[in-house]
């Protein structure tokens, strides 16, 4: 389903496959907290946590809430987030929702 | 042929004049022939071309019509989104659900922390009790002590007194003895077990205190947060009421857009309907054309020539019209497209930016998330309260049991302390029988005070035992109550909780979806756009077909100006296409029939000939100057008349322009 990928030192990388709906939001949410409280993450130091969300054309209201938790875990380690997306559905949905100032959103 | 007759004066050289102007005439004749040749092939083409521009005109009206209807679609997901985004187009139970679910559980919250930090200090005060209680520990084996080293005196005394005071004693030490054995197990088992009762009542000191401190926290916070975004909703419906978005204003000018572009499409009717009545001119044309040929002299053909010149004019000035009218449509039409597209585009990242929608459908701080993190929320503090409670519960359930049990000891220690005391009290009244008994006497007595004195701190222990054992059961009783309300609450949180949750979740839904349509209207409108931008290809006729008719009708009316200013012709003679004039169904129609026939009555005027196209069909033609009275008709050639050949007056009232014009 997702995939922790080290792309650099300082950045944790997670990769969603397909949309982040309401379907799958609630197991990504269990993958996403266990990842992040490995031992081998959470000892380590990152600065900035990418989500990947490249393989999404559809982001719906849970797959909003989920992200916004993540944004704030994140943000409580003292780190950043980033969104790549490659769908242009996804960028309004980040932007109606004012999300896009809180997370830097880089298209793929 | 010889054009120089023999003799210079006289009939020959009038009959060879009239030759010449004879084969000159003919050899206009045969232009004209030409030049109607022209007008007929570019007549036909023109009916022909004419369908296929109504053809053109109505695939772009359909095409239109469906950018008009996604335009439509656009417009009301933009108005659906705006109304969802701001509240307006819902009423305040999408989210007085959940703040009422918060709202009670978070009164659920401060009960459970008023309760917690009463228990707090009933649960202090039986530590401190338990502290006093194993201090009795320290207070019995003090006071117990000398009876250790009783049981040997005991002997020792009673040694000389016989046997049988001996075995009186030794009875008595067994019981001390026995006393002792009691004690030391109470003293490393039971009160051990209360020390360890101690430890875990202050480690659920510790978690209370925690979560005590937690629970006052967050319902502090939620009560801010609940009252903050109930009179925040109240006040952003209210006033989004009233509010006039910048989108309203775009759908208006929108609106306006589009009827320009409808307007664009009447021009066909318009181009059309001057296009019939160009081409209902051409037969009398034809006919005043077969006049004018089958004319035998040049007094016939001055009135077909007349009627040409002015109807050619007329008709070119006709077409000229249709032409700017043709340019004005596809301008509008373009125009108006390219417009609408970029206000449509414009509209589009208004309502992604617009700042009314911060409010609730923010994803980050916007009502939504704060109701749907609030149930998340208090469904954890419940819950964990919950699992307190029932630790708590747990912990504590035993240890009145542990209490109540070791006064039961307590009380039979005290118990078998007083018996020994009583024998101790005969074995000493009988030992001072014997006035060797006096030591037994004195142990007795002594060991009578330690009983009574251990009795007493016994009772005492027992008692506080008896008052923490029952103070525990209330507390556990206390919890066992707040783990059931607890677990209920847990449930509507649950239940309910999740309910709320997903309505909350489906309203943002609702106007994510709406965005997303948003999205995809957009790009229909697009494709649409261009799809119709391409049936707007009126060039070629505006260009090509008009022209090729326009041109020699032009140039017939030029050719037969300069034959009647040649024959010395008036032009100011009757009208002959006055009549043209009733069948004209539009203002433009008549401007231009009026400046032709101005630029014919004063004939120093610029007459209508091929213009640039103009911007409006009021610009085609200029206003024909002013007549100048009195002023003679200017002639450019000589006339070359004979008396036979002067022009017979027209008729007084134009009876066969009439009649002509009548059938038109």
Known sequence: MNSPQDSEKDSLTLRVLGDLLSTNAEALQSEFARLLEGADVSSRKWGIFRLDLTGAKMVDSVGLNLVVTLLKRVQKRGARMQIAYSNANVLRTFSFTRLDRHVELVKA | ?664
Not at chain 2, 135 to 161: G, I
Not at chain 2, 291 to 312: D, K, W, Y
Not at chain 2, 504 to 532: C, K, N, P, V, Y
Not at chain 2, 602 to 627: C, G, H, I, M, Q
């Open chain 2, 1 to 664: 042929m010889k054009w120089w007759p023999l003799k210079l004066k006289g009939e020959p050289l009038l009959v060879r004049l009239q030759l010449l102007f004879g084969s000159l005439e003919r050899r206009r004749s045969s232009e004209f022939a030409g030049l109607f040749a022209q007008v007929r092939e570019a007549e036909l083409n023109l009916v022909q071309a004419s369908r296929g521009l109504e053809a053109q005109f109505l695939a772009t009206s359909s095409e239109l019509e469906s950018l008009a209807g996604f335009g439509d679609q656009f417009v009301k997901q933009v108005e659906t989104l705006v109304s969802l985004a701001t509240g307006k187009g819902c009423d305040d139970s999408v989210f007085s659900g959940a703040i009422r679910l918060i709202d009670q559980s978070t009164q659920f919250l401060v009960g459970c922390q008023e309760q917690t930090v009463g228990t707090l200090e009933l649960l202090r005060t039986y530590n401190a009790q338990i502290g006093r209680l194993l201090a009795v520990e320290t207070q019995l084996q003090r006071t117990m002590l000398p009876l250790r080293f009783v049981p040997t005196l005991f002997k020792a005394e009673s040694a000389p007194l016989g046997s049988a005071v001996q075995q009186m004693f030794t009875s008595l030490t067994h019981e001390i003895e026995g006393l002792h054995a009691q004690v030391q197990e109470i003293f490393g088992t039971k009160f051990k077990q209360l020390e360890q009762t101690r430890r875990t009542v202050a480690a659920v000191i510790a978690q209370l205190d925690r979560q005590s401190q937690s629970l006052h926290e967050v319902t502090t916070t939620h009560k801010a947060q609940i009252e903050s975004s109930i009179e925040t909703l109240k006040k952003e419906m209210t006033s989004n009421h009233e509010r006039d978005v910048r989108l309203g204003v775009l759908s208006k000018d929108i609106a306006r857009e589009v009827e320009q572009i409808v307007m664009g499409l009447q021009f066909q009717d318009i181009i059309n309907q001057k296009l019939q009545h160009v081409t209902a001119a051409f037969p009398q044309i034809e006919a005043k054309f077969t006049e004018f040929n089958t004319a035998s002299n040049q007094a016939q053909a001055r009135e077909p020539l007349h009627f040409l010149e002015q109807s050619c004019r007329l008709e070119a000035g006709q077409l000229q019209g249709a032409e700017g009218d043709l340019a004005n449509a596809e301008a509008a039409i373009q125009g108006g497209i390219q417009k609408v597209l970029a206000q449509l585009t414009e509209m589009d990242s208004h309502c992604l930016s617009l700042e009314e929608f911060k409010l609730l459908t923010t994803s980050f701080d916007g009502m939504i998330q704060v109701l749907v993190e609030m149930i998340e929320e208090v469904r954890d503090l419940v819950g964990a309260t919950v699992a307190s409670a029932a630790e708590a519960y747990e912990v504590l359930r035993p240890l009145g049991g542990l209490a109540s049990g070791l006064t039961a000891i307590i009380r039979d220690l005290s118990a078998r302390i007083r018996l020994i005391g009583l024998n101790a009290q005969v074995q000493a009244a009988r030992a001072a029988q014997d006035r060797r008994g006096a030591g037994l006497e004195v142990l007795s007595a002594r060991t009578s005070e330690i009983s009574e004195e251990t009795n007493r701190i016994s009772v005492d222990a027992a008692s506080q035992l008896d008052a923490l054992a029952a103070g525990l059961a209330e507390s556990v009783n206390a919890f066992g109550k707040l783990q059931t309300t607890g677990l209920t609450q847990q449930d509507v949180l649950n239940q309910q909780g999740r309910t709320e949750e997903r309505r909350l979740h489906a309203f943002r839904d609702s106007a994510l979806e709406t965005l997303r349509a948003i999205g995809d209207s957009l790009d229909q409108l697009r494709a649409q756009a261009q799809r119709t931008l391409a049936t707007v290809q009126f060039s070629e006729f505006r260009q090509s077909t008009l022209p090729a008719l326009r041109l020699p009708l032009i140039a017939i009316a030029d050719g037969a100006q300069r034959w009647v200013q040649a024959r010395g012709g008036d032009q100011s003679e009757a009208i002959l296409v006055d009549g043209f004039k009733r069948n004209y169904t539009m203002a433009s129609e008549r401007e231009v029939f009026a400046s032709v026939v101005s630029a014919r009555s004063s004939p120093s005027a610029p007459l209508p000939s091929e213009r640039p196209v103009a911007n409006s069909e009021f610009e085609a033609f200029t206003e024909p100057p002013a007549d100048k009275e009195g002023e003679p008709a200017s002639v450019s050639e000589p006339a070359l008349q004979t008396a036979s050949e002067r022009p017979a007056p027209a008729s007084p009232n134009g009876s066969d322009l009439g009649a002509n014009v009548e059938l038109f």
